[in-house]
C-alpha cells in the first residue's frame, strides 16, 4: 500500500495529482510531432495505453483525485479485470480514466493523420486545459456555472486559459506556417469548446469527449480562409438582411402554430440565420423542411402517444435546448460554407446532419404512434414503445423516408449532385444508426439526456459527410 504523502497528512492536498501529472507529462510526446509520421505518433500513443495498462498499476502511485484532508487512510480495493488497486470510492471510474486518455490521443491521431497539428492542439487542450480545470476550480472556487452547479466559473476560466495557451504553443510548433493571429482564434475557439464539453452535466468521462469536441473545432477552423469569406462579402449584407426577415416571419408562425416555445422560437430564429447565410433560401428551405417534417411526425397520433405515456411535452412545442440538439451542428456548416474554399463539402454536411435530424425525430414520434412493440436496438430484445434506444419496422421505415426527402430536396435545388446526395443519405442513415445506439446503450444507463444523443448523431452525421466529401475533393 501506497504511503501516506506528506501533504495529505497535513490536511492540504497537492494541486498537481499524480494522475493529473501523468496525463500532464505525457503531453512531451506531442512535441514529437514534427518530426513523426502519422504511424510513429501512433505508436506513440500506443506506447502510452501499454505504459498505463502494464506499467502504471504496478507503480504504487495513487490515481484517485485529490481526497478531503480528513480522508487520508483510505480503503484500497482491487479492480477484478484490470488488477490495478485503487480508492473504494470511484475507482472504476479512474481505471477508465487512465485509459481512455490514451486511446483518445490514438484516435485523433487515426482521425487526423494528415494534420497532426490538429492533434497537437487538441491533445494540449486535453492535458493542459482540463487539467487546469479541476485545479483551478478546486483552489479558487467560487460560483457555480448556471448550466452545472458542480462545476464553477473559476475552473472553467483556467481551463480556457491553460488550454488556450497549449493549443496556441502547439499549433504554432506543429504548423510554423500558421500565422500567430489565426493560430490564436483557433486556439481559443477549440479550447471555449473543450470548456463547455467539460463542464456538461454529463456522467461521460471527458478523456474521451473534450479531444472529439477540440479536434473537430481545429480542424474545421484550419479549414477556413480570408480570400473565401471576401469572396462572398458582396452577397453577404443583402443576405442577411433577407435571412433575418425571413427567420423573424418563420419564428413569429411557429410560435402561433403552437410549434415551438419562446425559448424555441429565439434559438430557431438565430439558427436560421446562421444557415440562410450559405446558400440563401435553398439552404434554408433544407432546414425548414426538417422542421415541417418533425413538427408533422409529432402531431400525428398525438393523442394515443400521450395516452401511452410517450408524448412531447408541450403538445410538441419544441424549447431552445431542442433545437439547438438538433439544428446547431448544420448550422456551424452553413457557416462555414461561405468562409473555406469547401463550399460543396460543408453543404452536403449540411444536408447530412438536417437528414439524420428528420430521419431521427420522425422515426421515433411514427414508432411511437404506430408500433404495437418496439425491439432494443443492441439486443432486439421486446421494449415499450417509447423506450430509449428502441426501434420498430413502421418507425425505421419513416425515418429512412424523411431523410431520402430532406436529401432529396437538396439535391433539387443543386446543394449537391448524385454522388454528393447518396453520400449524404450513407451518412444521415448512420446517424439515424448511432442515435439508436446511443440511446440503448449510455442514454438508457442515464450517463446523457436525449439532447446530447440528438446533437451527437446529428453532428456524426455531417462530420462523416463531410470526411468522404473532402476525401473525394468534393
Known amino acids: 500500500m501506497p504511503e501516506t504523502s506528506a501533504s495529505a497528512v497535513l490536511g492540504r492536498a497537492p494541486l498537481f495529482s499524480p494522475r493529473k501529472m501523468v496525463h500532464i507529462s505525457m503531453l512531451a510526446f506531442a512535441f514529437l510531432l514534427p518530426y513523426l509520421t502519422w504511424q510513429e505518433a501512433a505508436g506513440c500513443a500506443l506506447l502510452a495505453l501499454l505504459f498505463n495498462v502494464a506499467i502504471l498499476p504496478h507503480l504504487g502511485v495513487d490515481l484517485s483525485p485529490r481526497r478531503p484532508a480528513e480522508d487520508v487512510h483510505p480503503s484500497w480495493v482491487r479492480d477484478s479485470e484490470s488488477g490495478i488497486r485503487y480508492p ?32 497537437g492542439a487538441a491533445w494540449a487542450i486535453l492535458a493542459w486545459g482540463d487539467g487546469m480545470a479541476s485545479v483551478v476550480g478546486g483552489a479558487v472556487g467560487g460560483p457555480g456555472l448556471p448550466w452545472n452547479r458542480a462545476k464553477t466559473w473559476s475552473g472553467f476560466g483556467g481551463f480556457m486559459v491553460a488550454g488556450a495557451a497549449g493549443a496556441y504553443i502547439l499549433l504554432r510548433w506543429v504548423s510554423p506556417g500558421i500565422a500567430p ?7 481559443v475557439a477549440a479550447a471555449l469548446a473543450g470548456a463547455i464539453v467539460e463542464s456538461l452535466p454529463i456522467r461521460l468521462d471527458d478523456n474521451a469527449t473534450v479531444p472529439l469536441a477540440a479536434g473537430a473545432v481545429v480542424f474545421c ?24 426577415a425571413v427567420c423573424l416571419l418563420f419564428a413569429f408562425l411557429a410560435l402561433r402554430l403552437h410549434t415551438v416555445t419562446r425559448s424555441g422560437a429565439a434559438a430557431g430564429f438565430f439558427l436560421g440565420v446562421a444557415v440562410y447565410m450559405a446558400w440563401g433560401w435553398k439552404s434554408f428551405l433544407v432546414m425548414f423542411a426538417f422542421f415541417v417534417l418533425g413538427s408533422a411526425a409529432t402531431r400525428l397520433g398525438y393523442a394515443r402517444k400521450a395516452a401511452r ?18 439544428s446547431l451542428p448544420g448550422a456551424c456548416f452553413a457557416l462555414l460554407v461561405i468562409t473555406t474554399h469547401h463550399q460543396g463539402a460543408f453543404l452536403m454536411a449540411l444536408i447530412a446532419s438536417f437528414a439524420e435530424a428528420a430521419g431521427d ?15 432494443l436496438m443492441t439486443t432486439f430484445k421486446p421494449v415499450a414503445v417509447g423506450e430509449n434506444g428502441g426501434v420498430s419496422l413502421a418507425g425505421s421505415l419513416a425515418g429512412f423516408a424523411a431523410a431520402v426527402l430532406v436529401v432529396v430536396l437538396g439535391f433539387g435545388l443543386r446543394l449537391c449532385g448524385v454522388a454528393g446526395a447518396v453520400i449524404a443519405l450513407a451518412a444521415a442513415v448512420a446517424g439515424n444508426l448511432l442515435d439508436s445506439l446511443l440511446g440503448a446503450t449510455i442514454e438508457r444507463r442515464g450517463m446523457v439526456g436525449n439532447g446530447i444523443v440528438n446533437f451527437s448523431s446529428s453532428a456524426f452525421a455531417g462530420a462523416l459527410a463531410l470526411a468522404a466529401a473532402l476525401h473525394l475533393r468534393f
Open 361 to 375: 425525430t420522425v422515426s421515433s414520434e411514427i414508432g411511437q404512434w404506430l408500433s404495437p412493440q418496439a425491439y
Open 309 to 326: 405515456g410517450v408524448a412531447e411535452a408541450r403538445k410538441g412545442a419544441r424549447n431552445w435546448r431542442q433545437a439547438l440538439a438538433n
Open 181 to 187: 493571429a489565426v493560430a490564436l482564434k483557433i486556439a
Open 221 to 244: 477552423l484550419c479549414l477556413v480562409e480570408r480570400s473565401a469569406l471576401a469572396s462572398n462579402l458582396p452577397y453577404l449584407g443583402r443576405r442577411a438582411a433577407l435571412a433575418a
Open 88 to 119: 473504494e470510492s470511484g475507482g472504476g471510474n479512474i481505471w477508465r480514466g487512465i485509459i481512455l486518455y490514451p486511446i483518445s490521443v490514438l484516435a485523433l491521431v487515426l482521425l487526423y493523420r494528415h494534420d497532426l497539428n490538429v492533434v
